[in-house]
């Protein structure tokens, strides 16, 4: 295969951005989004509301 003439076969293409804080679900022949999603929420263990996740880890 020419390295000009690739062809992808990814089914899926992840990416994300920094602000605001989500991931999005890619179509991996088209691109076209397939699935939103924010990285806002509640935690699992104490069911805190984390509004801005970028920073909120308890090491930083």
Not at 18 to 31: E, K, M, N, R
Not at 38 to 46: D, L
């Amino acid at each position: 295969m020419k390295a000009n003439s690739a062809i992808s076969t990814d089914k899926y293409a992840i990416v994300g951005c920094y602000w605001p804080s989500h991931f999005t679900i890619l179509d991996g022949q088209t691109l076209e989004p397939m699935k939103i999603t924010s990285v806002r929420g509640y935690t699992a263990g104490t069911n805190t509301y984390v509004g801005d996740p970028r920073g909120c880890h308890p090491r930083l």
